[in-house]
Nanobody, 120 residues
Framework: QLQLVESGGGSVQSGGSLRLSCAAS????????MGWFRQAPGKKREGVAA??????SYADSVKGRFTISRDNAANTLYLQMNSLSPDDTAMYYC???????????????WGQGTQVTVSS
């Protein structure tokens, strides 16, 4: 069992930056594959970034702007978001599973989400 709690969301102007965190509680955190997803009102949940021991994968819409990382000693996943635009406005969720789903929203464990709002 794994519990995930996101933080770091907020309101920012276009061009700004935010750093999201996802704190995990549970055993064997380092064994889990993890990802970040987002969902805007009226839209499907989409994969933003995912990470495993070999590297990371990003949605085309965030490549070069977002960076996913993890600190296994701190049981924490991060998403550094730069050059934000209004199109990035959404609820952001972290997810984890022992299966590597990469950017597919099939992960078993989900956080409650943190809101990111970007104004123009």
């Amino acid at each position: 069992q794994l519990q995930l709690v996101e933080s770091g969301g907020g309101s920012v102007q276009s061009g700004g930056s935010l750093r999201l965190s996802c704190a995990a509680s549970g055993r064997f955190y380092s064994s889990y594959y993890m990802g970040w997803f987002r969902q805007a009102p009226g839209k499907k949940r989409e994969g933003v970034a995912a990470i495993d021991s070999d590297g990371a994968s990003y949605a085309d819409s965030v490549k070069g702007r977002f960076t996913i990382s993890r600190d296994n000693a701190a049981n924490t996943l991060y998403l550094q978001m730069n050059s934000l635009s209004p199109d990035d406005t959404a609820m952001y969720y972290c997810a984890a599973d022992l299966v590597n789903w990469w950017l597919l929203p099939e992960y078993k464990y989900w956080g409650q989400g943190t809101q990111v709002t970007v104004s123009s």
